[in-house]
């Protein structure tokens, strides 16, 4: 079961990597709904503190 998620998360990687853009996000997105609708898997919760270090490093860039 690890291997075929495991393939589907890089199928997604991989397809939005040669979309490029904002398709790689979206490809993330899909991903991340075929491994919780099909496979029953939760999604954790938002990495909060690391989106607060890209904030402070953008904000300092700015």
């Given at each position: 079961?690890?291997i075929?998620?495991f ?7 991989l397809?939005?990597?040669r ?11 899909i991903?991340?709904?075929i ?13 909060i503190?690391?989106?607060l270090?890209?904030?402070?490093v ?5």
């Amino acid at each position: 079961m690890f291997i075929i998620e495991f393939l589907i998360v890089l199928g997604c990687i991989l397809i939005g990597a040669r979309i490029g853009g904002i398709g790689l996000g979206v490809m993330g997105g899909i991903g991340l709904a075929i491994l919780s609708f099909v496979f029953g898997m939760r999604p954790t919760s938002p990495p909060i503190d690391v989106m607060l270090m890209i904030m402070a490093v953008v904000a300092a860039a700015a």
